[in-house]
Every structure is written in C-alpha cells, then in structure tokens.
C-alpha cells in the first residue's frame, strides 16, 4: 500500500513540520491502511516513531469528527508503558489544541475515576489485560465498547504466549462481538516469527492482519564488560564489575541498569550506592515496590532528573526516556529477542545506534553474552511455538462474562474458539470447564460455594449471585504471584511488598535489604511487615519467587557452537580462555550436536556431570527422572544440582550404561510417577486453581493468607485426584506442568538429539567446566550475605583440584588468582 503524504491533514502536517519530523514512510502507510478499514502489525525499531504511527490515525479520525465515547482502547502489557505512551500521547493533543480526552486505567487508578471512566469513558482509553477483562464484566460493557474503532496493542509479542495472552485473546474476541468494525493494531520492534502474530492478532476477523515493516534501525553497538577482576567462576550477581558498572553510568548521560531478579536490583543498588562517591542520582524500580515510588521514579526518569535507574523486566518494554544513551544488562540476557528489547530502551533515534553493555557474572556467562550478540547480528531472534490456551484462563473468563450479561453456551463457544490460543478448542473441554464454573464439577458440586453460575428459563448462563461477581472482580488476572505481605515503617509509610515465606526465615531483630535499605524487622500486624531503617550490618537479601528465567533454546545451541568453535574464543576475556582450555586438556569439550557426559569421585560420593545446556526448567526435571532411574539400578543416588548449563548428580556408586540413563522412555512412565508424587504438581495447582476462581486470595476488606491458600488448594487437590481425577482443573495443571515448569517438551528434544551422540569421559577428578556446578551445591536456601558463595576454603579447594597439573612427585597448583566479592 503506497504512502501519500496527502493523508495527513494541514494541521497535523503544520505540527509535524513545527517538530521538524517527516513522516517516516510506515508511518503513512498505517494512516492508508487505517483509511481501508484493515487491520495491522507494524514492526518498527524502537525511536522509529511506532506509537505515533499506531495513534495517529485516531488523533486524524478524532479531530475531525469528534465524537463521545470510547473510539480507541489502547492496550499495554505494564502499567509503566500505559503511562508512558498516554504522556507521549498528551504531547499532540496538547501542541494542536485537539478536542480529545485521553486517559488511563490501571490497578493504580483510583476508584473515583475508575467510576467515572465507566460512566462516561474517554476517547482513547490506555489500559491492560486485566482492566480489559474488568471492563467486559460490567452490564454495561456493550455500551462502553459499542463505538469503539480502534484497539491499539503495543509489544504484542509479550503478551501472545502467555496466560495474560489467553485472557487478552478471548476479549479479544469479545470486543469483536461487541464492535465488529474495530480496527486491530499490533506494535512491536522484536517479533520472532512476524506471520504467526500477524494470524494472532486477526484471528476471528473476516480480513487477514496487514504486515507494515518499518526501516531497520541502526544496528545496536553491544560490548561485553571485561573488568579488572577476574570472573567468578558461579554466582549470579556480578557484583566484582561494580566498579566499572559505576564508571560506565559516571561516563553515560543516563543509563538503565537491567538485572534479571528482584532480589539482584536490591544488590546492584547497594553496591552502586557504596561506590557513589559522586552523589549521582541513581534509583531502584521494581515490581514489588509500592506504585507511589514506582510512580515517583518514572517522573524522574521522564524528566531527566536521573543519572541511572537499577530495573528488573519492569521497565523491560517500550518505555520512551529520551535521555537514555546506555543500557547495562547485569547478568545474562537468556534470550536475544529478550536482549533486544531491553537495548531498545537506549537511544531512541532509530537512525543511531542503541548502546549496550553486557556484563557476565560467571564464566558460562560470559559464553552466553557472547553467543546472544552474535544471534543479535544474524538478526536471530528466540520464541516460543504458539500455546494452547489454558482451561483455568478461560474458566476466569466465562465467570467474568456472566457478569456482564447472559450467554447461550453456543454463541460463547462460537466466540472462544475465534481466538487464537482457543482455535483447537474441543466443544468438550468448552462443556467440561463451563459446568466447573457453574457447579464445580462432580467432586465440588455439593457445596454451594462453588456455584457461580446458574441457568435462566431460556437455557442461558448467568452469574448465580452479587457475591460471584464481587469476588470475580477482585480476584481477575492471570499473575499469580507469590504471598506478598506489605512493608511499613512504624509510622505506617508502605515501601512496598514481599513474599511471605522469605519473612517466615526471620527473627525480629534481624534485617534484610529492600526498596533500597537497610531495615530491620521490628513486628508482625496481620498483613504487615512493620520495619525500622537500619545500617551498618550484612543484611539478608528478598528471594522473590520465579525470578530466574531459562535459558531460550536458540541461545543455547548458539552456546554449544561456541564451545565447539575455539577458533572463536579470542573473543573471550583472558581467564576464560584459560578455563576453556583447561578443560581441552583436562577432558573434553561439549559438542554442538552430542552429549558430554563426565564422571569422576569425590570424597566418597561419586559425580556425573552432563551438559545438557537445555535450560534449568528443563534439567531440574532431567535430574528428578535421572535419580530415580538411579535409584532403580542401585547406584543409590544422593542428590542432583541443576544450572541453565550443566547438571550434576551425585551418587554413592558410579553412573553405568549412559545411554539407558538418558533413553527417551524416561519421559513415560517415570515422568507421570515422578509428577504423581512430586509436590510440583500441588504448587501448580495452587496456581490454577486461583486464575479459575476456585480459590479466591482476595474477599471484601481482607486477604487470605499463604498458608490458608496452600491448605485449601492441597485439600481441594487431594480430593480432586481421588474423587474425579480426570476434572478440568487436573488437566489444566498437568499442561501447566508439562509446558512450564518441566519444560517436558525440550528435554525430549534434546533427549532425541542426543541419542547415538553421547561421550562419557571417566576423569579421576572433577574437571574445570564442572567448576560452576559443583559450586552451587549446598547454598544456603536463605539467601544471606553469602547468596552465591560457599565456605571460602571449599570453594578454593574444588577450584584448585580443577585446575592442578599432574606431576611425577604430586600435584602442582596454576596461579588462579583471589576470588572476589560473594561470587566464587
């Protein structure tokens, strides 16, 4: 479709020529699609001006007809980005005097103006998944929606292939029932695989999604820190380069300091902060601080008040700080798509190029770092294959439209299945999860308490109380995080939340590092953590839940090559290209396509260690099934440690037979006994059972506690399995467990590739690339000071049997240097 810049109007062509912008060519081309009435996906580079080009086709239609009521929802997956994109939004509105309301809607906002804006909604709405789904339960969703023209949904890859994907997807669906003639629009500069998100975001529609592309940005200008100290060879936190982090934000305009967890923002904060001996404004953001100071600190970011901000995948997506000119990614990116994004938060001018540091905080890091750049500039980027919509997900979203209005289970299932994720959707799982809804199913029937829903003299489905629906709206999303109790002061100032269970380690008294501070708890009142400021002692460190993310397939095989191709390992600091060959000599190299398996002994245990590099979802499961294949050959297996790398048993008799050890039918029977018996399969549950309204956290003026979910998800569980084992919920979780948290189907991929490929060296002592491994054995469970250490003298034992020459007289140790900071 041909751009014509005719398509702009005089005053929005006089604005842009006033801003000294032309019109990039994408740019025009959404304006002549949106002007066809077709719906499209524009892939952009970050500063290539994506947002203008998914608004201003409304700003054009709003301006010149001005009418009220909602015409354009926009639709983000972090409340930071909803408020971003609504200030960028303001900026033309505001310079030429538009007659148009824009606002935002959020967990955040307060309750007055949520009425308001469901009373008499703005003309562009900027909001998320779960207020979507909120809106759709009120009765009068038809009439807040019944005018709308345009759903704008920007990084759409984020959202496609997960859980929030599938309830954004069925109100999706919903809002094309509700105003048919809406335009869709997807935005992103990351997308793995462009078509399939293009079917994504059209599914149910009568016209295929456009493609618009825009021009490809600058390629980004990536580095790999190399500080002074050596690199540990485990850990996580990096916290030996802070010395050169801190020169690289001293030396930037601003700087975003990504981490991968929570608890490592709370670290790289404090080591910076002890290094700011030039007062430089640097803040934390993360999701568990209060929004009041999330709030606070994008402000200040906005403004260019800021010299660095330390972030965890909050702030990962599409939030436009023009000040920022460097990205420092702490720690590996475990994904180049991943990577990618967070590069793009640096330099929004798509015509220059993004800057970024990576820095590695252990040797296999480092290797990881590596082999992301190079996926970066083979424009190789990582994704998941499409997912099947979860039952727990849309039995939320069936309670939450029964809310709104009574449905014909027919009509409903029409609508499920137009989209994506619920395409395959069987009439009976649609069946099965509905009369759940309605009556629990045939295990839970009896109680009243699980009736939500109830049928009306002409066979449609309606909520069954107020009650219901009180508890639906509190309870809506897909987030499932762990417990979270609030942190305050004791003059009741909230700083925030954090889980439950890490508070249960402590004794009043001791103190623990959040939001930034020393503090030291004080008491326990109901849902609060009461706190005092504290310093000068070693503080325990917040272990949020589900903060490590694999390692992505792509990046993995990358990992493999690199490891294969030493003629490439010039690219690597010093002490690694010492390690690597080390091990050359000491053993063997793992191969792109095989399996390297090592064995050796060790005090009086004996180890196997195999380097899968699958990610740690996927070996944690291989290292279940592997002990209990163990268990039955009488090596009386001891224990197992798995890393997005490597995983190492450990066992009272030598490993035999490694190909019957790592056979594919380990996947049968001892996966599903493995999984009968585990108790992942209860902490799943727990999961699904909250997103499908079984158990609600939350009830008017109060929350449940951890332990009261825990008991009543397992109780609810136990009787399940025994009573009706085939039940939705049951299925739901067993899918939940196969795709997530075992990674099911990449261990069998991998198991597949390995097959015929496998080399086992039997070694007398434990080799150099087994190092990292066999460090993380025995960490303390409480994350402490010493968070990715051991005992000093154990740690430099295990590295110096590593690293000793064979001599005619003994064993003659190679210089290894001191290790440095907490990491080993």
């Known amino acids: ?193 462009p078509d399939g998100l293009a079917r994504w975001l059209g599914s149910g529609m009568d016209r295929p999604v456009m493609t618009i592309k825009g021009p490809s940005g600058a390629a980004p200008d990536i580095s790999i820190m190399t500080p002074a100290a050596r690199i540990p060879w485990s850990g996580h936190m990096a916290l030996h380069a802070m010395p050169e982090v801190y020169a690289a934000i001293r030396a930037a305009r601003t700087t975003i300091v990504f981490v991968n967890t929570r608890a490592q923002t709370e670290l790289v904060f404090q080591a910076l902060w002890r290094l700011n001996n030039d007062n430089l404004p640097i803040a934390l953001h993360h999701g568990s601080l209060a929004p009041e100071q999330r709030r606070k600190v994008e402000a200040a970011m906005a403004a260019g008040k800021l010299r660095a901000v330390v972030a965890t995948s909050s702030l990962d997506l599409g939030v436009d700080w023009g000040e920022v000119d460097l990205v420092i990614q702490v720690g590996a990116p475990k994904g180049a798509t991943r990577l990618l994004q967070r590069i793009g938060r640096s330099n929004h001018r798509f015509d220059e190029p993004s800057r970024a540091i990576l820095v590695p905080a252990n040797r296999f890091e480092m290797l990881e770092c590596r082999a992301a750049i190079e996926a970066i500039r083979a424009d190789e980027l990582d994704g998941d294959p499409p997912r099947t919509g979860g039952l727990d997900v849309l039995a939320q979203h069936i309670l939450g439209l029964s809310c709104s209005r009574p449905f014909h289970a027919d009509d409903l299932y029409t609508e499920v299945t137009s989209a994506a994720p619920y395409a395959g959707l069987s009439r009976g799982d649609f069946d099965e999860t509905l009369a759940f809804v309605a009556t629990g199913g045939y295990a839970l029937r009896a109680y009243d308490r699980y009736r939500r829903m109830r049928q009306d003299e002409d066979g449609r489905w309606r909520v069954a109380n107020g009650l219901a629906a009180r508890q639906y709206r509190l309870n809506v999303g897909t987030i499932v995080e762990a417990p979270m109790l609030d942190v305050r002061l004791r003059n009741n100032r909230r700083l925030g939340q954090i889980e439950e269970y890490f508070i249960q380690f402590l004794e009043l008294g001791d103190t623990f590092m959040f939001a930034g501070h020393v503090l030291r708890y004080e008491a326990m009142r109901e849902t609060s953590v009461i706190v005092s400021r504290s310093s000068g002692e070693t503080p325990n460190v917040p272990a949020y839940a589900g903060g490590r993310l694999p390692l992505t397939t792509q990046l993995s095989r990358r990992v493999r090559g690199l490891l294969e191709d030493q003629a490439g390992w010039r690219e690597f600091s010093a002490d690694v290209q010492e390690w690597l060959r080390l091990q050359r000599l000491r053993s063997l190299l793992p191969r792109r396509e095989g399996l390297l398996i090592e064995s050796f002994p060790r005090g009086r245990k004996h180890f196997l260690v195999a380097y899968c590099f699958e990610g740690r979802n996927a070996h944690q499961t291989l290292g279940m099934l592997l002990t209990r294949r163990m268990e039955r050959m009488g090596l009386k297996p001891l224990g197992f440690v798995a890393t997005d790398y490597v995983i190492a048993v450990w066992s009272l008799r030598p490993a035999v037979r490694f190909d019957t050890l790592f056979d594919q039918d380990m996947l049968g029977d001892d996966l599903e006994a493995w999984m009968a018996e585990s108790s992942m399969l209860k902490r799943t549950f727990r999961n699904v059972a909250v997103i499908a309204g079984l158990i609600e956290r939350r009830h008017p003026g109060e929350e449940k506690t951890g332990r009261q979910v825990v008991f009543s998800s397992d109780l609810i569980y136990d009787v399940l399995r025994k009573h009706e084992p085939g039940h939705v919920l049951l299925r739901a979780t067993r899918a939940d467990a196969a795709s997530g948290l075992t990674d099911v189907r990449r261990l069998a991929d991998m198991l597949a590739r390995v097959k015929g490929r496998i080399t086992h060296r039997a070694l007398r002592r434990v080799s150099p690339l087994a190092v990292p491994v066999l460090l993380e054995v025995g960490k303390e469970s409480v994350y402490g000071a010493a968070i990715d250490s051991l005992l000093d003298e154990a740690a430099q034992e295990l590295i110096a049997e590593a690293t000793a020459e064979e001599a005619d007289d003994g064993v003659a140790e190679l210089p290894l240097g001191p290790p440095v900071g907490g990491d080993r």
């Open 1 to 193: 479709m041909a751009a014509d810049r005719n398509l702009l109007p005089p005053v929005f062509a006089q604005w842009f020529q006033t801003r000294g912008w032309t019109p990039h060519p994408h740019q025009l081309a959404m304006l002549a699609a949106a002007r066809a009435g077709r719906s499209a996906l524009l892939i952009a580079p970050t500063g290539g001006g994506k947002t203008l080009a998914g608004f201003l086709p409304s700003l054009i239609e709003l301006a010149a007809v001005q009418p009220s009521g909602l015409h354009t929802l926009y639709i983000s997956p972090l409340k930071a980005l909803a408020i971003d994109v609504h200030r960028n939004v303001e900026i033309p509105i505001a310079d030429m005097a538009l007659p148009i309301r824009a606002e935002t809607r959020t967990g955040d906002t307060p309750s007055a103006k949520r009425a308001r804006q469901r009373r008499k909604p703005p003309q562009i709405l900027m909001t998320t998944p779960e207020s979507l789904a909120l809106f759709l339960s009120y009765p009068e969703a038809p009439q807040i929606f019944g005018n709308l023209a345009c759903i704008v949904i920007d990084e759409l890859h984020a959202l496609a292939n997960t859980k929030r994907g599938d309830l954004f997807a069925l109100g999706l669906a919903r809002l094309g029932g509700l105003a048919p003639a809406a335009r869709r629009v997807g935005l992103s500069a990351t997308i793995a695989d």
